[in-house]
T-cell receptor, first 114, second 114 residues
Framework: AQKVTQAQTEISVVEKEDVTLDCVYETRDTTYYLFWYKQPPSGELVFLIRRNSFDEQNEISGRYSWNFQKSTSSFNFTITASQVVDSAVYFCAPKTGANSKLTFGKGITLSVRP | DSGVTQTPKHLITATGQRVTLRCSPRSGDLSVYWYQQSLDQGLQFLIQYYNGEERAKGNILERFSAQQFPDLHSELNLSSLELGDSALYFC?????????????FGPGTRLTVL
């Protein structure tokens, strides 16, 4: 069985601070894909970034970056120089093996204050 | 704008009624997914279709059914509605339905059952 945990529930930062969102994904599968989605107050779900289990390096995409720590099964997602528009709920959602369904964590509410 | 469209945006109905939610995937995407977001259950996968065929089923109630038509649009039918069915229903699409595909979400249909 697999388990996705977003232990943080709410984070509040001041604009321009860096913020890291944590996700722990426990699985016995060796092939999996982990996605981050953002849900702003308007309600839509926006795809942000994907990490594959077989990726060798952590990834940076604009102000977003990944950091994977295999020993703790942690996939940390960092927003650099946060902006007020980053205020949203952030979901970590893995897919394992041949399974195409996303399994969403409970989400982390990020508030960025001016 | 993800390219996935959903109608209607809002739906208010009474217990015991039946409603149909409609989704058009992004151009070229063959796979459609339905998810339900509620306060108590979070974001849950309901069902996946690929090129007209049911591919995977999640926590979908027997009162709910879906189909994908030859033009690839999909409909989610909810019948004998209960108060607890009030939720935000999302449709997502992906190119092939493979696990590594990102899923792009529509704006959602907010269903309120009174």
């Amino acid at each position: 069985a697999q388990k996705v945990t977003q232990a943080q529930t709410e984070i509040s930062v001041v604009e321009k601070e860096d913020v890291t969102l944590d996700c722990v994904y426990e699985t016995r599968d060796t092939t999996y894909y982990l996605f981050w989605y953002k849900q702003p107050p308007s309600g839509e779900l926006v795809f942000l970034i994907r990490r594959n289990s077989f990726d060798e390096q952590n990834e940076i995409s604009g102000r977003y970056s990944w950091n994977f720590q295999k020993s703790t099964s942690s996939f940390n997602f960092t927003i650099t120089a946060s902006q007020v528009v980053d205020s949203a709920v952030y979901f970590c959602a893995p897919k394992t093996g041949a399974n195409s369904k996303l399994t969403f964590g409970k989400g982390i509410t990020l508030s960025v204050r001016p | 704008d993800s390219g996935v469209t959903q109608t209607p945006k809002h739906l208010i109905t009474a217990t015991g009624q039946r409603v149909t939610l409609r989704c058009s995937p992004r151009s070229g995407d063959l796979s459609v997914y339905w998810y339900q977001q509620s306060l108590d259950q979070g974001l849950q996968f309901l069902i996946q279709y690929y090129n007209g065929e049911e591919r995977a089923k999640g926590n979908i109630l027997e009162r709910f059914s879906a189909q994908q038509f030859p033009d690839l649009h999909s409909e989610l039918n909810l019948s004998s509605l209960e108060l607890g069915d009030s939720a935000l229903y999302f449709c997502a699409s992906s190119p092939t339905g493979a696990p590594y595909n990102e899923q792009f979400f529509g704006p959602g249909t907010r269903l309120t059952v009174l």
